[in-house]
């Protein structure tokens, strides 16, 4: 199957067709319930980033693309921020006492844990991030 | 995504229903926040009809833990469905939050 790509919303709210776009993508690639969490998951990490960081910043477009290739799922998710390299962002302590502790670093570490191969490149104006996913 | 609230033992007992998600989150702040505040900060978030919890979601709690916390309160979450406990261990927040398995054996 060919990639199916959705644009990616200036707000939160956007997010909501994001969701349901990665939903109908697993309902009809037969992903399994489990693997199609995880998929929800990263997808809603990586976009709200884009909304988050990359709009705030000036960007102005970000997208979506999914593609199943046999046994596993590639997503990626491109905008036109500047650069923004997730997996910079430091692993949650997990030590620290509750008064102090933050969800700054959890979606990243989402993605690391949720996802077999993550990436991330700079393509020339763009930021390119790609997780694969074995299911 | 709706959120229904009863009191419960010396406190309050609020279910959300659906996603706690980054579109959701914030009403569900704000709706948490103000329960929080009427109960006296002795809270129950029972997350049984929660199908998904993402880092948006997870700040939602956090901030309600933090909340009774600081009022020397108490705040305890019940009914995790797997995927929902999967993302609370992954983060650590199986660590930092009290959580029971049902609304039963919750005492406020």
Same mark, same amino acid.
């Given at each position: 199957?060919?990639?199916?790509?959705?644009?990616?919303?200036?707000?939160?709210?956007?997010?909501?067709?994001?969701?349901?776009?990665?939903?109908?993508?697993?309902?009809?690639?037969?992903?399994?319930?489990?693997?199609?969490?995880?998929?929800?998951?990263?997808?809603?990490?990586?976009? @709200?980033?884009?909304?988050?960081?990359?709009?705030?910043?000036?960007?102005?477009? !970000?997208?979506?693309?999914?593609?199943?290739? !046999?046994?596993?799922?590639?997503?990626?998710?491109?905008?036109? !921020?500047?650069?923004?390299?997730?997996?910079?962002?430091?692993?949650?302590?997990?030590?620290?006492?509750?008064?102090?502790?933050?969800? !700054?670093?959890?979606?990243?570490?989402?993605?690391?844990?949720?996802?077999?191969?993550? @990436?991330?490149?700079?393509?020339?104006?763009?930021?390119?991030?790609?997780?694969?996913?074995?299911? | 995504? $709706?959120?229904?609230?009863?009191?419960?033992?010396?406190?309050?007992?609020?279910?959300?229903?659906?996603?706690?998600?980054?579109?959701?989150?914030?009403?569900?702040?704000?709706?948490?926040?103000?329960?929080?505040?009427?109960?006296?900060?002795?809270?129950?978030?029972?997350?049984?009809?929660?199908?998904?919890?993402?880092?948006?979601?997870?700040?939602?709690?956090?901030?309600?833990?933090? $909340?009774?916390?600081?009022?020397?309160?108490?705040?305890?979450?019940?009914?995790?469905?797997?995927?929902?406990? $999967?993302?609370?261990?992954?983060?650590?927040?199986?660590?930092?939050?009290?959580?029971?398995?049902?609304?039963?054996?919750?005492?406020?």
């Amino acid at each position: 199957m060919p990639a199916r790509t959705i644009p990616i919303g200036p707000t939160l709210d956007d997010l909501q067709p994001v969701a349901e776009f990665v939903e109908t993508f697993c309902a009809e690639e037969g992903v399994p319930d489990g693997a199609a969490f995880h998929l929800s998951l990263v997808v809603e990490e990586a976009a @709200s980033n884009v909304i988050r960081h990359g709009y705030a910043a000036g960007g102005r477009e !970000g997208s979506l693309s999914m593609e199943r290739d !046999g046994d596993s799922v590639t997503v990626e998710i491109v905008d036109d !921020g500047p650069p923004f390299d997730p997996f910079s962002i430091a692993v949650p302590d997990f030590d620290t006492p509750l008064m102090d502790r933050e969800v !700054g670093g959890l979606g990243v570490e989402m993605m690391r844990r949720m996802t077999d191969r993550q @990436s991330y490149r700079r393509d020339g104006d763009r930021n390119r991030l790609t997780l694969i996913k074995h299911i | 995504m $709706q959120i229904v609230e009863e009191p419960f033992g010396s406190g309050i007992v609020v279910r959300p229903i659906g996603r706690l998600d980054s579109t959701t989150a914030p009403a569900a702040e704000q709706a948490i926040r103000e329960a929080m505040t009427r109960s006296g900060h002795r809270l129950l978030l029972d997350m049984g009809d929660l199908d998904y919890v993402s880092s948006a979601g997870l700040r939602v709690v956090l901030a309600a833990a933090k $909340q009774s916390n600081a009022a020397s309160g108490r705040f305890l979450v019940c009914d995790l469905k797997p995927q929902v406990r $999967q993302v609370f261990e992954l983060s650590g927040f199986t660590r930092i939050i009290s959580i029971v398995a049902t609304r039963a054996e919750a005492e406020l």
